[in-house]
C-alpha cells in the first residue's frame, strides 16, 4: 500500500533561520507531489508541484523553494524564515486523478 | 482568478441528522472535485471524489455535482459526533492544480 511520510511534525525556528522540509512516498512510482500551506483557519494554498525528477513548478513568489532529487522524495527549503513563514505545511501525492494523499504535516512556527 | 467558495460555518446539527455542505466554484473548466475532511491539528483526508453530474453515494455520505450550476455538495446522513470536522471542498483544474476552498466546520451535538 501507498504511504506517505512527513517530517519532522512541529518546528519552531527563529526568523532567518534555514528550513529544510523532507517528504518521501512509499509504494507508487512516478507520483505528481505537491507542498501546500495552511495558515490558521485558511485553506490550503499550493506552493509547488512536481510531475518528476527535477521538475518543480512554483506557484506563489516567496523565499521558498522545492527539489526533488528522487522519484520519491520531495524537499521544501528556505534560507531564511520570514515570520510570514508559519503555517502548517503539508506534503501530498497523487497519481492520476483520484485525488491527493497527504502527509501528517509540519507545523511551523517562526519566532 | 479561480476559486472554490464555501460557507465557514460553525454547521451545527444533531445527532442522527442529516448535515448539508455546500460549495461553489469559478472555473467552469472544472472535471474533478473531491471532499475532503480535516480533523483538529491534523491533516485532510480525502472522503470522497466525483466527476459526472448527479450524486454518488458512499456509506453515509453522498456528494451531488451540478456543473451547469458550478455547485457541489456533500450530504452525511445519521451524523455521528466523530464526523465533527472541517470539510474542505477541492476542484481539479487542470494542469496539476487543485483548489481547496477554506472549509466549513462541522459541529454535531450528541
Known amino acids: 500500500s501507498q504511504t506517505i511520510h512527513q517530517w519532522p511534525a512541529t518546528l519552531v525556528q527563529p526568523v532567518g533561520s534555514p528550513l529544510s522540509l523532507e517528504c518521501t512516498v512509499e509504494?507508487?512510482?512516478?507520483?505528481?507531489l505537491y507542498w501546500y500551506r495552511q495558515a490558521a483557519g485558511r485553506g490550503l494554498q499550493l506552493l509547488f508541484y512536481?510531475?518528476?525528477?527535477?521538475?518543480i513548478s512554483s506557484e506563489v513568489p516567496q523565499n521558498l523553494s522545492a527539489s526533488r532529487p528522487q522519484d520519491r522524495q520531495f524537499i521544501l527549503s528556505s534560507k531564511k524564515l520570514l515570520l510570514s513563514d508559519s503555517g502548517f505545511y503539508l506534503c501530498?501525492?497523487?497519481?492520476?486523478?483520484?485525488?491527493?494523499?497527504f502527509g501528517s504535516g509540519t507545523r511551523l512556527t517562526v519566532v | 482568478q479561480k476559486e472554490v467558495e464555501q460557507n465557514s460555518g460553525p454547521l451545527s446539527v444533531p445527532e442522527g441528522a442529516i448535515a448539508s455542505l455546500n460549495c461553489t466554484y469559478s472555473?467552469?473548466?472544472?472535471?474533478?472535485f473531491f471532499w475532503y475532511r480535516q480533523y483538529s491539528g491534523k491533516s485532510p483526508e480525502l472522503i470522497m471524489s466525483?466527476?459526472?453530474?448527479g450524486d454518488k453515494e458512499d456509506g453515509r455520505f453522498t456528494a451531488q455535482l451540478n456543473k451547469a450550476s458550478q455547485y457541489v455538495s456533500l450530504l452525511i446522513r445519521d451524523s455521528q459526533p466523530s464526523d465533527s470536522a472541517t470539510y474542505l471542498c477541492?476542484?481539479?483544474?487542470?494542469?496539476?492544480?487543485?483548489?481547496f476552498g477554506a472549509g466549513t466546520r462541522l459541529f454535531v451535538k450528541a
Open positions: 509504494g507508487t512510482s512516478n507520483p505528481n
Open positions: 512536481s510531475v518528476g525528477i527535477g521538475q
Open positions: 472555473d467552469r473548466g472544472s472535471q474533478s
Open positions: 466525483i466527476y459526472s453530474n
Open positions: 477541492a476542484a481539479d483544474t487542470g494542469g496539476f492544480k487543485t483548489i
Open positions: 501530498a501525492w497523487s497519481v492520476g486523478d483520484y485525488g491527493y494523499t
